[in-house]
């Protein structure tokens, strides 16, 4: 099998299963090729090291990298068509000390967004409502968890026009009824860099990629609170870690309060007929955003309705006590 015909049954592996990242990760004798499915990773083989670094020279190939660097962290990209289906690829390679060298392809696949799933869509109903006010809705989940189709999602069915500027890192979805624009740190396009001209456009909707650093943070919060309505995601392990991580970016809690319309934590569940569904734990400014007991991540309705959704066989036993951990 050439390398061009093993690379496109790897990819068409993962996107059989809806990785969202397949990794080249060496090992004491061989590598092991990984993909990360709904935040979780999973075997998908293992190869001899001499088969997977030429697999990493070819994507690095086509992606504008330098082959002969196998240390210095590189970035890239590259396009694909599996199973009629356009996919643009994100290539990171690094190398260990060494000097064997590993690599993660993210799959950004331009239709995910059409394909979401809700679990229970009442929720769905739930979030569209806050779509319909100003102010920010942060939604929290592992990588993999749906966050950015969901986002997409939800402002495509606003129901009304909207001028939509998003603020990626990368742009994940191709949508052409949005202004799209990507960070680029090296020509000092930055998340804050980016959210401040874009302030100057005066779009009705902000989709920004992630909340990661204090400015990006600020101007997220003023941008809610001067009239627009804002969608970002922000690292947090459970839908009451999502205020706290923000004031540990600096953000006054009494400038939150006004700011922040709904918090949210995601994932997306197996169904047991087949496919994923995105599930949510969701509060809301009429609820209290934080409790007293810290180490209580989520409300008591995430394990509830996991029960209800066992109960009438769309998931099963081991699907919902995997997931009651979050």
């Known amino acids: 099998m050439s390398v061009e015909a093993?690379?496109?049954t790897i990819i068409q592996a993962a996107v059989d299963q809806q990785a969202s990242d397949i990794?080249?990760?060496?090992a004491?004798?061989?590598?092991?090729?990984?993909?990360?499915?709904?935040?979780e990773l999973q075997t998908l083989m293992t190869l001899e090291t001499a088969v997977a670094q030429q697999l990493i020279n070819h994507i690095k190939y086509r992606s504008n990298m330098a082959i002969s660097d196998h240390r210095r962290p590189q970035l890239g990209a590259m396009s694909v068509v599996i199973a009629e289906e356009a996919l643009n690829l994100r290539i990171s390679a690094v190398g260990d000390f060494l000097g064997r060298e590993s690599l993660v392809v993210r799959l950004l696949y331009q239709s995910r967004s059409a394909a979401l799933q809700y679990l229970i869509p009442t929720q769905r109903a739930q979030l569209q409502q806050l779509m319909q006010?100003?102010?920010l809705i942060l939604f929290s989940g592992p990588m993999g968890a749906g966050k950015t189709s969901t986002m997409y999602d939800l402002v495509r069915n606003l129901g009304r026009p909207q001028v939509v500027m998003t603020i990626e890192?990368?742009?994940e979805i191709y949508e052409p009824k949005f202004l799209q624009l990507q960070v680029n740190v090296a020509a000092q396009m930055t998340y804050s860099d980016l959210l401040k001209v874009g302030l100057r456009h005066h779009p009705e909707v902000f989709i920004i990629g992630e909340i990661r650093d204090a400015e990006t943070a600020q101007i997220a919060v003023q941008a809610a609170l001067s009239?627009?309505?804002?969608?970002?995601?922000?690292?947090?392990?459970?839908v009451y870690g999502v205020v706290p991580r923000l004031q540990q970016l600096g953000v006054d809690p009494e400038t939150l309060q006004q700011a922040l319309s709904a918090a949210s934590y995601q994932r997306l569940?197996?169904?047991?007929?087949?496919?994923?569904?995105?599930?949510f734990d969701i509060i809301t400014a009429q609820q209290p955003l934080?409790?007293?007991d810290k180490t209580q991540m989520m409300t008591s309705e995430w394990g509830e309705h996991l029960e209800e959704q066992h109960a009438v066989g769309r998931i099963t036993a081991q699907t919902m006590a995997r997931y009651q951990e979050h």
């Open 169 to 171: 890192d990368p742009v």
């Open 28 to 39: 004491a004798s061989e590598y092991q090729v990984l993909l990360q499915t709904a935040g």
């Open 133 to 135: 006010q100003t102010g």
């Open 269 to 279: 569940i197996p169904l047991a007929a087949g496919g994923q569904a995105a599930y």
């Open 6 to 8: 093993q690379l496109s």
């Open 23 to 26: 990794y080249w990760l060496p």
């Open 227 to 238: 009239g627009h309505l804002v969608l970002s995601t922000i690292h947090a392990r459970g």
């Open 290 to 292: 934080q409790l007293a």
